[in-house]
Nanobody, 129 residues
């Protein structure tokens, strides 16, 4: 079975940086759509950043220019580099993966949790002001 495990969460002050990692096992890594999502207390889950099978990326407007999503295929690991963090970034962050839908020509739906079949348990990121 596909397993998704996040790491790297923690607490930092506003303006600081964190790097989240996501270890994925049990599938052909390069064939999957990958993404980071987050959910703050009392709010709906939102897409943060996505990367497709050709390394095309997409970002939520709220994080564009501050966050960077990347993959290390040799390590089967997904990363989210988060810079210039603000209190509004406080949330539980989830790593997710899914197969590209054949009905859409094999393209990944970006920033869309409906396309994700496998999820990590999440890591808490807390930004203090």
């Amino acid at each position: 079975q596909v397993q998704v495990v996040e790491s790297g969460g923690g607490s930092v002050q506003a303006g600081g940086s964190l790097r989240l990692s996501c270890s994925v096992s049990g599938y052909t890594y390069s064939t999957y759509c990958m993404g980071w999502f987050r959910q703050a207390p009392g709010k709906e889950r939102e897409g943060v950043a996505s990367i497709d099978t050709e390394d095309l990326t997409a970002y939520a407007d709220s994080v564009r220019g501050r966050f960077t999503i990347s993959k290390d295929n040799a390590k089967n690991t997904l990363y989210l580099q988060m810079n210039s963090l603000a209190p509004e970034d406080t949330a539980t962050y989830y790593c997710a993966a899914g197969a590209p839908p054949v009905d859409e020509g094999g393209y990944c739906p970006m920033l869309d949790d409906h396309g994700m079949d496998y999820w990590g348990k999440g890591v808490l990121v807390t930004i203090s002001s």
